[in-house]
């Protein structure tokens, strides 16, 4: 069976993943444009309500601005859309395809992320994914059917049972993430933040992730 690719991965250039959201293509196109303008590197296409073929078009687009950024772009669920338009990777969620068929599909070439509640989901796919998607940190309106929030306590819990198991990897919180509860969370053990929220409620989307990309790197830069 291919092997995950960490090694494409390095957190030290893409601490933050920003997530896209929007029912609207144009929208999510201008998001990913903006977002990249303020300096992030890491960007996850998620069109929950769209259709496959208007995934496909949306991402044809936005791998033409995350290519011209030199940016890393992460498309979420749709296996095959990842794989024909050339993106970096997919992002699997608990009731997407298992990592390990898209493994199979994808081979070591491309990157998958798992989305992960519990020790218990993380040793479900550890075998699979480049990274996880770890969360909820607290409530958040930008995902339906929200799984039980973690807080700083679940994160703690979490990354040392996966490092006392040597399990080592990179976990991205996620959910309801503010730019103040940046240096907390990262103190608790996740290796990169993923924000969606925090950023398109900002009056400059620009400024708002340039700002948390600095908090990031600052944060790391203290440990």
Known sequence: MPTPSQNRLNFSHFPLQF???GHDGDECVEQVRRVLDGGCLWVQLRMKEAGEAEVEAVAAKVKA?????GATLIIDDHVGVAQR?????????????KPQDARQ???DKFIIGGTCNTFDDILAVKDAVDYIGCGPFRFTTTK?????TLGLDGYQQIVWQCRSEGINIPIVAIGGITTADIPDILNAGPDGIALSGEILRAESIEQKTYEIVNAINNAKAAE
């Open 19 to 21: 997530i896209t959201n």
């Open 65 to 69: 601005l995350t290519d011209g950024a």
């Open 85 to 97: 338009v050339g993106a970096s990777g997919v992002h699997l969620g608990k009731k997407d395809m």
């Open 105 to 107: 599909m994808l081979g």
């Open 144 to 148: 339906k059917n929200l799984a039980p």
